[in-house]
């Protein structure tokens, strides 16, 4: 770790100028904690670094034209708190309620969940199957890009942190008939990885799946979308257990886990998504008939 | 009934407990000396390799560093213990992934950090082994060249004829039972600081288990005399068993002091705790076990081959432990067991709570269910049926003298049956079961004819506060409480005015340390004799300034009185400040070296060697999902057999944290080493139990009175920990129908015995 300065701007256009002035060599922390790690194991490098956590215009969320737009400052822990979100997004608020422990949730950002680019994280999974966007801000100006489109390997994001900022993600409100649920599989409830997790966001009528996007991990360098399994959603009956548990094999079966001698064969890890999304179908199908 | 106490039994304030929270507590780490260097270990990167070239010149010349070692620059003087084949750097060649090859001092710990990577290094690799099955093979290559067969110790021990019996038996079973490595992951990581002082003496600061032991250790690598060193104990983030003996960093920081002429601070960094730290050692259990129709126990017979690591520390005693104590756990007629213990190019073994003890009960206690379920039988009828009992004579020669098995287990049963969820939840997926182990331990442990108990000093000061020194490390378990009460209870004063004071060897009464469990037994004994002499010398003087006789006085609250008429007395401040500050010449002090009644084992491990026995019956419910085998230890029930209690508060905490140590166990702690390399060597990978993972725990406390103890009180430090594994596997079991012999019992592995069509991983 070589850190010359560590700057803290106080809006946007600030924090751009930064990045420009260190010219590629400066770079955005925000909770911290994944970057603090990355540099102490020399997995980042950094001459500055530039806090985006007393930004106003970085800081809060809203519903803003039917979307969700959560500002890059928003923590986990304050996205999983917040009723509204609770309620429109379940999927988002417990992907967030489960990151880490209450000190990282304190401090961590969804943006920040990202941009770290990890195939299993979890706020990143929920906002992938919700199809949200990020919105990036460059010297070169503004652009909007669906965030499952940000991955470029492995651990790798396309936003450049030491050039650009994301200032928000936006995910759509869900129309009528619509409904979203997130779960993971870890072996213990707090500071820890999971082993699978997985996020679906289903648009139904009168208890029948018109289309769902699902997204799940870690399976691939990136957050997945089966495809296979959501085609095979199309008209499935909330009700029909046998066709849910089909969609889950099938959801299963398109994975690639790793062996992993921490956290577990390929062959079981697939097992416990197929396990995964038949749930989390049911909690939707159950969900639907809550609000039918 | 038992007697009352003003304070033994008592809730009382744990001594330190305020610091430790509010941040005051004087740990390694925030001890600053002028002019201190830090220091850092050069560590092997290879499991086994030959040393061909080692250059430290270029780390020598970095500014800041002040010195640089290797092995080259030290004594070569062996160290450790039954078997001491440890050096302070590796020599010839590396013998595990963590070895320690150079060490360097310098002004900050970053410049020491930069200077390891200038150390040039060059390793021939040799062929490494990972297993004592594979290290006792033939031919096998040698660990250490002059220990032939890779053998660190075998034992074989029998009583009665084990043979004849299997013979007479209804059934006879047999199973082989495996248990992993697993680390103490203290809170604090170990360290220490090493001054030289004018007279050519050393100071060692360290939160070390054992003092005297650790002066003796550092002496005897150094060629030294122990009185030459001083070591002073701060205060201790944690142990477990995995500080009671020194590391090579203890006389490499003495080494690096000596060199720079400066004082040295080292602290292992929490991936230097995982990979060269000392860990359970992991053992292959196989029991054969005979018994009869109504299920009375018989006749066992055990094989057991461990896992000794590159080095030899406490595993050797830890494979007798092993060996020997679940034998008198019920009344068996007759046993044999045969140990091998081996090294292998992994992280070297040693002592972690329960000693060897609690890989044993993990094989025993989960026998004692597949025998039972096998001939239909009750596994807690069973172990009723033949639990030891008081004033048994065991089979090892052990005397019970006092004895709370049976009480334990229908307690713990009790407990466990109210309450209970359903068995089966609607959807069939989720499914409860319970299950109980039973325990042995021991309240010290006499090696041979060695003194097994502790010294204390009490001393009255003018204003009738007393201190009391004593030898045994307080790592958090409550020693320091445990004394003060002990010795406020027979001085009749309040436990607030006495002062334990910290461990410092030049002044610390002689002691063995934190370990077997041993400290409130022993070294409250030790302090119970001196504050009873030291009562003795006070109401002899009181009974001089109240004119009567000293047998008609009584002390309590810290007033000295005659006995029915209470209202003449005197304070004890009062009466100490005429013994020191007037000619009475009164001393009001005492030094007691106590060493309990036992015997001690002999060559053939027969013997009474503790001075008090503890049992404990920890009964679990547990919840499994079967289409993941995910696994919820839902409640524990602890029933815990501890003489007397002395500090309530203080066991419960030992229960506690023994469940959720015994539950990670159980559950998910295991190094997992790829190629010699440890693949979770950090906090983010090597999974413990947290707060939001521990299950309900209902403590229960069963007083025995024991007859040598003092107050009746027996240990409970590791007793807590050591019937977890087999009690969460016996209720898996019971849930679910399947039988986990390998510790940790993964949902993997649960999912896989669930679904034998499904191939698991290669193992
Ligand atoms: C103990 C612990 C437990 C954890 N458990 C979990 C878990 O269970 N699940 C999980 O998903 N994650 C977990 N994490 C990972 C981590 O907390 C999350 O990924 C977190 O959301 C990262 O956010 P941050 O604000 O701390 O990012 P930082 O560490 O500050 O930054 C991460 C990366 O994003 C970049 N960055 C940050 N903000 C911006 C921005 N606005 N624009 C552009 N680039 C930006 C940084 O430059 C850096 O590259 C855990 C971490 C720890 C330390």
């Not at chain 1, 094999?249 to 995964?276: F, H, K, M, W």
């Not at chain 2, 499904?758 to 193992?763: F, L, V």
Request: aromatic share 6%; glycine share 8%; proline share 5%.
């Amino acid at each position: 770790m070589n850190i010359q300065d560590y700057l803290v701007p106080h809006h946007v256009d600030e924090c751009l100028a930064m990045l420009n002035a260190w010219g590629g060599r400066g770079r955005l922390v925000a909770g911290g904690t994944d970057l603090v790690a990355s540099l102490e194991y020399g997995k980042a490098q950094a001459e500055a670094l530039i806090d985006i956590s007393a930004m106003e215009d970085l800081m809060g969320f809203e519903i803003q034209d039917h979307e969700l737009v959560v500002r890059a400052g928003s923590t986990h822990r304050q996205v999983s708190a917040a009723p509204r979100i609770r309620q429109l997004w379940p999927a988002l608020s417990k992907a967030c309620g489960s990151v880490g422990s209450p000190q990282i949730r304190n401090v961590a950002t969804l943006a920040g969940n990202v941009v770290n680019a990890q195939p299993a994280a979890d706020a990143a999974v929920a906002l992938v199957a919700l199809g949200a966007r990020a919105e990036i801000l460059s010297s070169g100006g503004r652009r909007l890009e669906a965030v499952e489109n940000l991955y470029g390997g492995l651990g790798q994001s396309r936003i450049d942190s030491s050039r650009e900022i994301l200032v928000a993600l936006r995910v759509p409100v869900p129309d009528a008939g619509e409904v979203n649920v997130y779960g993971r599989v870890s072996p213990r409830n707090s500071l820890c990885l999971p082993i699978v997790n997985a996020a679906l966001s289903l648009k139904t009528a009168g208890g029948t799946v018109l289309s769902g996007r699902i997204a799940m991990g870690p399976v691939s360098d990136r957050p997945f979308r089966p495809e296979r399994a959501e085609a095979a959603l199309q008209g499935v009956a909330l009700k029909d257990r046998a066709a849910l548990s089909e969609v889950g094999r099938i959801a299963g079966e398109e994975a690639n886990p790793r062996d992993s001698c921490l956290r577990g064969c390929s062959d079981y890890r697939r097992q416990l998504l197929t396990v995964l999304i038949r749930t989390l179908l049911e909690d939707a199908a159950a969900q639907t008939a809550e609000e039918a | 009934m038992m007697e009352e106490y003003a304070v033994v039994g008592k809730a009382f304030r744990s001594v330190g407990g305020s610091d430790k929270v509010t941040g005051r507590a004087q740990y390694l780490d925030d001890i600053e000396l002028p002019g201190m260097l830090h220091a850092k270990i050069l560590r092997s990167p290879h499991a086994h390799a030959r040393i061909l070239k080692i250059d430290t010149s270029k780390a020598a010349a970095l500014p800041g560093v002040k010195a640089v070692l290797s092995a080259v620059d030290c004594p070569k003087l062996p160290f450790g213990l039954d078997v001491p084949d440890a050096r302070i750097f590796a020599e010839t060649k590396v013998r595990y992934a963590g070895d320690e090859v150079a060490a360097v001092a310098a002004e900050t710990p970053k410049i020491a950090r930069e200077a390891l990577k200038l150390i040039d290094v060059r390793y021939e690799l040799l062929p490494a082994l990972f297993s004592p099955q594979e290290a006792l093979q033939e031919g096998a290559p040698l660990v250490h060249e002059d220990k032939p067969g890779n053998l660190v110790k075998s034992y074989v021990i029998e009583r009665g004829d084990v043979d004849a019996d299997f013979a007479a038996c209804d059934y006879v079973f047999e199973e082989e039972f495996a248990s992993s490595r697993v680390t103490a992951c203290y809170l604090e990581p170990f360290g220490a600081i090493a001054r030289w002082e004018p007279d050519n003496r050393l100071t060692i600061w360290t939160g070390i288990q054992g003092a005297f032991q650790a002066r003796s250790e550092i002496a005897r690598a150094l060629g030294m005399n122990p009185s030459q060193i001083t070591v002073k104990v701060p205060a201790i983030g944690g142990a477990f068993g995995g500080k009671i003996w020194i590391r090579n960093f203890h006389p490499i920081v003495a080494l690096l002091a000596k060199e720079a002429r400066r004082p040295v601070k080292f602290v292992l960094t929490r991936p230097e705790e995982f990979a060269a730290s000392r860990p359970r050692v992991p053992a292959k259990i196989k029991i054969k076990l005979g018994m009869l129709k109504d299920g009375t126990l018989v006749c066992k017979d055990t094989a057991i081959v461990a896992d000794n690591g590159a080095y030899s520390w406490a595993a050797p005693k830890i494979v007798l432990n092993m060996s020997l104590r679940t034998d008198c756990l019920y009344r068996f007629k007759s046993v044999r067991t045969r140990s091998y213990l081996a090294y292998t190019n992994t992280t070297p073994t040693s002592g972690f709570r329960g000693y060897g003890n609690a890989q044993s009960h993990f094989a025993q206690e989960s026998m004692i269910d597949v025998c039972a379920r096998k001939a239909g039988l009750d596994p807690v009828e069973v172990r009723l049926k033949n639990a030891v009992r008081q004033g048994d004579l065991t089979l090892h020669g052990w005397k019970v003298r006092s004895c709370g098995l049976t009480e334990c287990i229908e307690k713990a049963r009790a407990a466990i049956a109210r309450g209970r969820k359903p068995q089966a939840d609607p959807n069939g997926t989720v499914k409860r079961g319970i299950g109980l182990a039973c325990m042995n331990h021991v309240s010290g442990n006499r090696a041979g004819n060695n003194f097994d108990g502790s010294s204390s000093m009490v001393r009255f000061q003018e204003d009738g506060k007393l201190v009391l020194y004593h030898g045994e490390s307080d790592m958090g378990q409550g020693a320091r409480t445990v004394l003060a009460q002990i010795a406020a209870e027979t001085l009749g004063i309040r436990p607030e005015d006495v002062l334990v004071m910290p461990i410092d060897t030049d002044v610390s009464p002689f002691c063995f340390g934190s370990y077997s469990s041993r400290v409130t037994t022993v070294a409250g004994k030790a302090a119970y004799l001196a504050s009873l002499q030291v009562r003795e010398q006070l109401l002899k003087l009181a009974a001089t300034l109240l004119e009567a006789a000293p047998e008609d006085l009584d002390v309590r609250e810290g007033r000295i009185f005659v006995r029915g008429g209470e209202r003449k007395g005197i304070s004890v401040a009062d009466v100490c400040k005429s013994a020191i500050r007037t000619r009475a010449t009164v001393g009001l002090t005492a030094y007691v070296a106590y060493d309990p009644p036992t015997e001690g084992a002999n060559e053939d491990f027969y013997g009474d060697y503790s001075s008090a026995y503890t049992y404990a019956a920890q009964a679990v419910e547990v919840e499994v999902n079967t289409e993941t085998g995910q696994i919820r230890v839902l409640r524990v029930a602890a029933a815990h057999d501890v003489g007397r209690a002395i500090n309530p508060n203080g066991i419960r905490g030992q229960i506690y944290g023994g469940v959720a140590q015994g539950a990670g166990w159980a559950l998910y702690e295991n190094m997992v080493y790829e190629g010699g390399r440890l693949q979770n060597n950090s906090l983010r990978n090597y999974t413990m139990v947290t707060a939001t993972d521990m299950p309900e725990v209902e403590p229960i406390i069963v007083e025995t009175q024991d007859p040598v103890g003092p107050y009746g009180a027996k240990g409970i430090g590791e007793p807590a920990l050591i019937p977890m594994p087999p009690a969460v596997a016996n209720a898996v079991e019971d849930a679910v129908g399947v039988r986990i012999r390998d510790l940790p019992i993964t949902a993997e592995k649960i999912y896989f015995s669930l679904n034998p069509e499904c191939e698991g991983p290669a193992s």
